[in-house]
């Protein structure tokens, strides 16, 4: 019973049901939505497009700067290590150089020793060779002056030998 009432008294105090209002409501919300959809959200879904174009544009940038950034680092990777194989050979071939350098300059050397050497004794030879001329030459006039002394005067056996020590002492002395 109290439903009863309540619409009783609804049609009692003053509402009643007016159906121009509504269809005019109607009509002005239909309007009211043909406006927003034509000037607000045509260019909201258009910016919104225009944003997602964008993000995606980003994300296909950044996708591609990564896949360039990982090619570039390859790249660095393989000059990298091509750089450390050059130097590898690079110090190798000095190394081989190096001992080259040092068996020539040892090979140098030996031949620089060797000639010295060589000149040495040629040279010990030459001295020799002069000295042995030069006590020749001192035996001969040793021989010389003793065979004239015992020529002037004959002497003993015992004086003999007195005077050859005596010019053998000379001749020492002359040395």
Do not use: C
Not at 41 to 67: D, H, Y
Not at 143 to 163: G, R
């Amino acid at each position: 019973m109290s439903t009863n009432v309540f619409i009783l008294g609804a049609a009692e105090g003053g509402l009643h049901f007016n159906g121009g209002d509504i269809i005019f409501q109607l009509v002005m919300f239909i309007i009211l939505l043909a406006l927003v959809k034509k000037y607000a959200w045509g260019p909201l879904m258009g910016i919104m497009k225009q944003r997602e174009e964008f993000v995606a544009n980003e994300i296909t940038a950044a996708e591609a700067s990564r896949a360039e950034a990982s090619k570039l680092l390859e790249e660095q990777r393989e000059l990298l290590k091509q750089s450390r194989v050059e130097a590898g050979q690079l110090i190798e071939n000095a190394k081989k150089q190096g001992e080259a350098q040092r068996e020539d300059i040892i090979t140098t050397a030996r031949a620089e020793a060797e000639r010295l050497k060589e000149s040495a004794r040629r040279e010990i030879v030459q001295e020799k060779e002069k000295a042995v001329s030069a006590l020749r030459e001192q035996v001969a006039s040793l021989s010389v002056l003793i065979a004239s002394k015992v020529i002037e005067k004959e002497l003993s056996e015992a004086d003999q030998e007195k005077l050859i020590k005596e010019y053998i002492q000379e001749a020492g002395e002359e040395r």
